[in-house]
């Protein structure tokens, strides 16, 4: 069974760091692109960032440049995307989704599989 679990999410003050998890069962991350999306509450689900296959090729939405970190382990079947600096406006339902386009960027629409999502709340 083809899945993808999300996990590290919570509540943090504003400035503090989370790192979110994603593990692939049922297949085999390392030919698909991953990316992380967030959604608030009432708003669209929105790509933040990307990471093609093998690592080296990476993308951030402006609003998480430089305090966004997406790196990836195949060999644990695993996509971390580590949040720094969080600011309230980060929080939502952030979920991991794979890719077998090997161009994709943050269209929802070229994603396969998608996880069930893990809750951040940033709020002191």
């Known amino acids: 069974q083809v899945q993808l679990v999300e996990s590290g999410g919570g509540l943090v003050p504003p400035g503090g760091s989370l790192r979110l998890s994603c593990l692939a069962s049922?297949?085999?991350?390392?030919?698909?692109?991953i990316g992380w999306f967030r959604q608030a509450p009432g708003k669209e689900r929105d790509g933040v960032s990307r990471i093609r296959s093998s690592g080296d090729s990476t993308y951030y939405v402006d609003s998480v440049k430089g305090r966004f970190t997406i790196s990836r382990d195949n060999g644990k079947n695993t996509v971390y995307l580590q949040m720094n600096s969080l600011k309230p406006e980060d929080a939502g339902v952030y979920y991991c989704?794979?890719?077998?386009?090997?161009?994709?960027?943050?269209?929802?629409?070229?994603?396969?599989?998608w996880g069930q999502g893990t809750r951040v709340t940033v709020s002191s």
């Open positions: 049922g297949f085999t991350l390392d030919t698909y692109v």
């Open positions: 989704a794979a890719s077998r386009f090997p161009f994709a960027n943050l269209e929802r629409r070229y994603y396969n599989y």
